[in-house]
Nanobody, 138 residues
Framework: RVKLVESGGGSVEAGGSLTLSCAASGYVNSRSCMAWFRQVPGKEREGVAG?????????????TYGDSVKGRFTISRDNAKNTLFLHMNNLKPEDTGVYYCAADFFPDGRASFCPPVSHPDATEIGYWGQGTQVTVSP
């Protein structure tokens, strides 16, 4: 069974930094596509479709970022610990939202490649965590 557990969210002032972690278990491994999405206030009723792609990394460490976070956020993964990270710097109030870890994989172990995280199809990724709240005050 796949399990994705986010941690590291919290409240911070604008200009501050946070690092989110996502501990993965089950079929998720170094050959999986893994990504971060966020859902900002007011978009909750849109469900998964209302989530904004933030960053994605796949089996060949091909990385894509959403335009709103380029140059400020960095995605990385520790394959030995099966953990995904999102390092967030120079946070802005508009970064406030619930941040979700997500993953996709092939059960037979084939490499899973991520679509560009800002592509509309990116939210069709198969597995999601429960989310962690990030609040940035002015």
């Amino acid at each position: 069974r796949v399990k994705l557990v986010e941690s590291g969210g919290g409240s911070v002032e604008a200009g501050g930094s946070l690092t989110l972690s996502c501990a993965a278990s089950g079929y998720v491994n170094s050959r999986s596509c893994m990504a971060w999405f966020r859902q900002v206030p007011g978009k909750e009723r849109e469900g998964v479709a209302g989530r904004e792609g933030i960053a994605a990394i796949d089996t060949e460490d091909i990385i894509t970022y959403g335009d709103s976070v380029k140059g400020r956020f960095t995605i990385s993964r520790d394959n030995a610990k099966n953990t995904l990270f999102l390092h967030m710097n120079n946070l802005k109030p508009e970064d406030t939202g619930v941040y979700y870890c997500a993953a996709d994989f092939f059960p037979d172990g084939r490499a899973s490649f991520c679509p560009p995280v800002s592509h509309p199809d990116a939210t069709e990724i198969g597995y999601w965590g429960q989310g962690t709240q990030v609040t940035v005050s002015p």
